[in-house]
């Protein structure tokens, strides 16, 4: 973004927390006028930039630049405030997202609300650090040594990217981005907010709600998580996995006289393994994560595979910006800082976890987080009373169940379970229109969707 915003500086209070510099008059253009690369299709959504401290805590040091857009309620007369929105990672685009989302279940919120999203301090249109080394290498191999001599470079990236801008860098957790929020709230001159998050997003919800909730009006948060669970309680997300490629294993099962990979459920696990080891490995073993929608297409691609012919791609999730997604959550997590040097906890993992093990690091060695330069900041959402809907997925893997009921005992709101196995699906659902219901309406509802 080429315009900065304008500066009008207040001295403000927060919940209990020191004094952090004052609202700003946000000057509001088109995107498509400001930000490169913006599509000239969109031509409603505005983007202002908001100058928040480096740290909150220091108001009258180092600055940067946190990027905010909005669609205006296009029922002014309805209006009944501002909706923030994160799509997760972290690190995935947020300011393009109020504008995606008119096209979900979840878009006529757009007549009642101005929709606000925002890119992350070290992401997107907001100050940021680059870090394109750590594309080029990626954990993923069949030998145990190759894997965690990956993981070593992807470390060692870590470190040389982090050293750009520590300070930066090292003030990307969670809970300064939700002192980031209060300021775009403070700044968009609202006494509260409602806010809209999908998986990590959730995670920021709950941190913002844990020390604003007297700023929150309501709060949907989908696929729930929590900051640091992600790296810290891996053993979960990676036996979700297993469960879900066993049920895949056991549909191929039935249906071996299409596909050939075996008549039982251990048949084909014995043969798609071996697959993923003489081939193209990381794609073969993203598709036997996939999702229980997207079977048949991923049957499709793994004979394809097999027999040497090209296949049609299933769609994998991308944490965005993989810098900001692994950075933060080092920081947030408790995950080792010395790389542990046994390949044997490599081996014993994925023993343990023959599908998931692929791509996922056992906690002991450190994984990504080996020479995170940083100390671990670790925050845990305390219980609030404000508005709260949390939505759950009872079959998926990235952020798995239990995690949003384990959230919902320790914070409070209503649980509405999803029986699919889709991360952040809601939105693309029938069952949204009970999320429009809350965010319209005021009622959290707990059980099936």
């Known amino acids: 973004m080429r315009r900065r915003a304008t500066l009008l500086v207040l001295v403000l209070a927060l919940s209990g927390l020191p004094v952090t510099a004052g609202a700003q008059a946000l000057d509001w253009h ?20 908001l100058t928040v401290p480096l740290n909150h805590d220091d108001p009258s040091g180092r600055r940067i630049e946190i990027a905010v857009s ?29 504008e995606r989302g008119l096209g979900t ?24 650090v680059t870090c394109p080394v750590l594309d080029e290498v990626r954990p993923a191999a069949t030998e145990d040594d190759a894997y965690a001599q990956e993981q070593e470079r992807v470390g ?57 909730d007297s700023q929150v009006d309501r709060m949907l948060l989908d696929s729930v998580t929590v900051p640091g669970q992600y790296f810290d309680r891996a053993r979960d997300r990676s036996a979700a996995v297993e469960e879900l490629a066993t049920e895949f294993f056991g549909w191929l099962a039935q249906r071996d006289a299409g596909y050939h990979f075996g008549g039982s459920a251990a048949a084909v696990r014995t043969a798609l393994l071996d697959l993923r080891g003489r081939t193209d490995g990381d794609r073969v073993d993203q598709l036997l994560g996939s999702a229980q929608p997207n079977w048949s297409a991923a049957a499709d691609e793994l004979a394809a595979i097999r027999d ?22 080092c920081n947030d997590s408790s995950a080792q800082r010395s790389p542990a040097k046994d390949p044997s906890a490599t081996r014993r993992w994925r023993t343990e976890f023959p599908v998931a093990g692929y791509r996922s690091f056992p906690p002991e060695t450190g994984g990504v987080c080996g020479h995170w330069p940083f100390a671990s900041r670790p925050v845990t959402p305390g219980k609030g009373y404000s508005s709260l809907q949390l939505v759950g997925h009872r079959w ?17 709101g209503a649980l509405l ?33």
């Open 30 to 49: 088109p995107c498509k006028e400001l930000a490169a690369g913006w599509p000239g299709t969109d031509p409603a959504t505005e983007c202002a930039l």
């Open 105 to 128: 279940g979840l878009g006529r919120l757009a007549q009642e609300y101005d929709l606000i999203g925002f890119d992350l301090r070290g992401s997107g249109y907001s100050s940021k």
């Open 156 to 212: 060692r990236a870590m470190e040389q990217c982090a050293d750009q801008d520590r300070d930066l860098v090292g003030s990307m957790t969670t809970l300064t981005m939700a002192r980031d929020m209060d300021a775009i709230r403070r700044a968009l001159g609202e006494k509260t907010i409602s806010y809209y998050g999908i998986s990590w997003g959730s995670a920021l919800g709950l941190t913002y709600r844990g020390v604003f």
């Open 417 to 449: 379970t999803v029986p699919d196995a889709q991360h952040g699906s809601f939105g693309n659902l029938d069952c949204a229109q009970r999320g429009v219901d809350f965010l319209t309406g005021g009622a959290a509802v707990s059980g099936d969707c």
């Open 396 to 412: 998926e893997s990235i952020t798995p169940f239990g995690w949003a009921r384990s959230a919902q005992q320790a914070v409070g």
């Open 308 to 329: 040497g012919k090209a296949g049609k791609a299933v769609t994998v999730t991308s944490p965005g910006n993989l810098f900001v997604h692994y950075a933060v959550y």
């Open 70 to 98: 909005r669609l205006k309620a296009s029922e002014p007369a309805k209006r009944r405030g501002v909706l923030l929105m994160n799509p997760g990672g972290p690190g995935l685009p947020g300011t393009t997202m109020p």
